[in-house]
T-cell receptor
C-alpha cells in the first residue's frame, strides 16, 4: 500500500537558518504530493502541492520539488522565522483506488529567536 | 466565507457512551473525510465519502460509524465499541479528484473520563 516517510523531529533551528524536512514515498501509479502545516490546537492547512514529476510547489517562501527518480518531496525554506514553528506533514494522493490522502507522521519544527 | 466547521471543539465521553462529532462544510465539496490524530503521530483515515449516501471504511473504522445524508454534512459517531477513543479528530473536504488538496476543520478533541 501507499506510505509516506518523514524525518523525525523535532527540528530545532535559529531564526534565518535554512530548513530542509525530508519526505519520501511509496505509491502505485502516479501520485500527487502535498505539504500541510499544523499550528497548535488547529487543523491542517495546505502549504503547497505538486501533481507531476519535476513540478515545484511553492508558497510563503517554502518550496518542494517532486522527484520521481528518488520518490522524494523534500520541503525547503531559505530563511525560517519564529512564526514558522509548527508541525509539517507530507502527504500523497494516489491516482488509483480510494484517492484519500495518506499522511506521514509529521515533523515538528521549532524556530528559536 | 466558505469553510468547514467542526463542533464541539472539546468533548468528554463517559465509558460505554456513544458520542457524535459534527462536521459541516459550505464549500460545495463532493468528498468528505474523517481522520484521527494521536499525540506525536500522523493522521489515520477512519471513513470517507465521495458522494452523498455513500461512504467507505478507512484504515481504522472499527468502533466508528458515519452517515452522509446531505452533501454539506458528514457526522462521525464514536461508539462504545471503540476501545481507545481519546484523540484529536479532524474532518476534511475536497473536490473529487487526485490533484485537489483538502480543506480541514479545526478539529474536535475527545477525552474519555
Amino acid at each position: 500500500g501507499d506510505s509516506v516517510t518523514q524525518m523525525e523531529g523535532p527540528v530545532t533551528l535559529s531564526e534565518e537558518a535554512f530548513l530542509t524536512i525530508n519526505c519520501t514515498y511509496t505509491a502505485t501509479g502516479y501520485p500527487s504530493l502535498f505539504w500541510y502545516v499544523q499550528y497548535p490546537g488547529e487543523g491542517l492547512q495546505l502549504l503547497l502541492k505538486a501533481t507531476k514529476a519535476d513540478d515545484k510547489g511553492s508558497n510563503k517562501g517554502f518550496e518542494a520539488t517532486y522527484r520521481k527518480e528518488t520518490t522524494s518531496f523534500h520541503l525547503e525554506k531559505g530563511s525560517v522565522q519564529v512564526s514558522d514553528s509548527a508541525v509539517y506533514f507530507c502527504a500523497l494522493s494516489d491516482d488509483t483506488g480510494r484517492r484519500a490522502l495518506t499522511f506521514g507522521s509529521g515533523t515538528r519544527l521549532q524556530v528559536q529567536p | 466565507d466558505g469553510g468547514i466547521t467542526q463542533s464541539p471543539k472539546y468533548l468528554f465521553r463517559k465509558e460505554g457512551q456513544n458520542v457524535t462529532l459534527s462536521c459541516e462544510q459550505n464549500l460545495n465539496h463532493d468528498a468528505m473525510y474523517w481522520y484521527r490524530q494521536d499525540p506525536g503521530q500522523g493522521l489515520r483515515l477512519i471513513y470517507y465519502s465521495q458522494i452523498v449516501n455513500d461512504f467507505q471504511k478507512g484504515d481504522i473504522a472499527e468502533g466508528y460509524s458515519v452517515s452522509r445524508e446531505k452533501k454539506e454534512s458528514f457526522p462521525l459517531t464514536v461508539t462504545s465499541a471503540q476501545k481507545n477513543p481519546t484523540a484529536f479528530y479532524l474532518c476534511a473536504s475536497s473536490m473529487n479528484g487526485q490533484n485537489y488538496g483538502y480543506t480541514f476543520g479545526s478539529g474536535t478533541r475527545l477525552t474519555v473520563v
